[in-house]
Every structure is written in C-alpha cells, then in structure tokens.
T-cell receptor
Framework: DQQVKQNSPSLSVQEGRISILNCDYT??????FLWYKKYPAEGPTFLIS?????DKNEDGRFTVFLNKSAKHLSLHIVPSQPGDSAVYFC????????????FGTGTKLQVIP | GAVVSQHPSWVICKSGTSVKIECRSL??????MFWYRQFPKQSLMLMAT?????????EQGVEKDKFLINHASLTLSTLTVTSAHPEDSSFYIC???????????FGPGTRLTVL
C-alpha cells in the first residue's frame, strides 16, 4: 500500500527552465510534507517542507505547493540548474517532520545544460 | 543543520553471519532515531523507530528478531542484521530528528552486500 506516490519516475528539463515534480498521497492523517534530494549511495538531503495549514512555501529557487483537497503537492524549481540533477523524494508525516515519515517512490530529475 | 554519521559506509559479509551498523548523532542528542532500507531504484522504506532506553518499534512486516535495534545512548543507535542472507543486501539509512528543527537529518547510509 503506497501511501505516497510520485507518478513520474523521471523528468528531463533544460537548464534555466522550470522543473515541476508532483506527489500524491492517500493518508488523510498526513499533515506535514517534505521534499528530499538524494544522490546514489548517499543519504537524503532536506530541501523544503510545508505544513498542512499552508498551501505554499518558498525558499529561494524552491517552492512547494499543497492542495489538500486533492491530496496533491508539487515542487517547483526555478531556474533549474545542472546541479539539481538527482532523485527527489516526496515524504509525508503525521504530527510534524520529526515524526516518522513515509517516502514516495522518487523522481529522477535530469537538468540538461 | 545537524550531522548524523553511519559506520561502516559499506560492508560485505558471508551468508549466515551477523552485521552491526552504527548510527550516531554527532552534534546533538537524539532520543529517537529511524532506520530505513532502500532497494535499488526503489523508495526508502521505514523499518523501525529506535527509542533511547526502551524497545524499538518495528513496522509491519519487519522481523524484529532478524533486525535487532539497540539505542544505548542519546547519540547512538545500532542495527544488527542477524544471520544475514543475500536478500538482506540493501542500502540501510538512519535518520534522527533534532529539537528545534521540523525535519529529520539523515546519515550517509550503509551498503550491505551478503554473499
């Protein structure tokens, strides 16, 4: 039972353009959502998060949007840079980011110079 | 941000042996740590929650007798894979939340290969 899904296993974007990564969840108890970036054979690195009381959070080039009614969130990266190429995981938790999180299936982003 | 380390970074062992993986919070205390496993090209799956001073909480389907977790201090949790078999070969990652931060900090992971 995959409670957090990322339906696009891969995404290619030209440098300078916008990257949009999508994530859907099914568990209504989730109230905190995070995005992590991961390279092979390394641990995930935190990017940005959003609480269910908000619908948008922005940090530099990264913006996360949350649509609670649709149980959908997205990560926008503008402008995309070659260094952004990695696997991005959406994650969700009930009770805050310091609680156990459930990870999505991941999207491999390739930013083409 | 906080730093979490893991040791070893990789290990190769023979089938039937036991392997211990350490997870340390280097600059903060962690009463809770989480252990995840990632198979190639798959998601990170939560295995268990490690609690300092008490028993670990295992996720459904994870064998507690096979994956022994000990949270002996506020900075160290260990995962022991007992009687390892080739199907246990995976990437094991730990994480720890730090007070004041609404996120978890992940270790670099440990690649286990069982021959």
């Amino acid at each position: 039972d995959q409670q957090v899904k990322q339906n696009s296993p891969s995404l290619s974007v030209q440098e300078g353009r916008i990257s949009i990564l999508n994530c859907d969840y099914t568990n209504s108890m989730f109230d905190y959502f995070l995005w992590y970036k991961k390279y092979p054979a390394e641990g995930p690195t935190f990017l940005i998060s959003i609480s269910s009381i908000k619908d948008k959070n922005e940090d530099g080039r990264f913006t996360v949007f949350l649509n609670k009614s649709a149980k959908h969130l997205s990560l926008h990266i503008v402008p995309s840079q070659p260094g952004d190429s990695a696997v991005y995981f959406c994650a969700a938790s009930a009770g805050g980011g310091y609680q156990k999180v459930t990870f999505g299936t991941g999207t491999k982003l390739q930013v083409i110079p | 941000g906080a730093v979490v380390s893991q040791h070893p970074s990789w290990v190769i062992c023979k089938s039937g042996t036991s392997v211990k993986i350490e997870c340390r919070s280097l600059d903060f205390q962690a009463t809770t740590m989480f252990w995840y496993r990632q198979f190639p090209k798959q998601s990170l799956m939560l295995m268990a929650t490690s609690n300092e001073g008490s028993k670990a909480t295992y996720e459904q389907g994870v064998e507690k007798d096979k994956f022994l977790i000990n949270h002996a201090s506020l900075t160290l949790s260990t995962l022991t894979v007992t009687s390892a078999h080739p199907e246990d070969s995976s990437f094991y990652i730990c994480s720890a939340p730090q007070q004041g931060y609404n996120e978890q900090f992940f270790g670099p992971g440990t690649r286990l290969t069982v021959l």
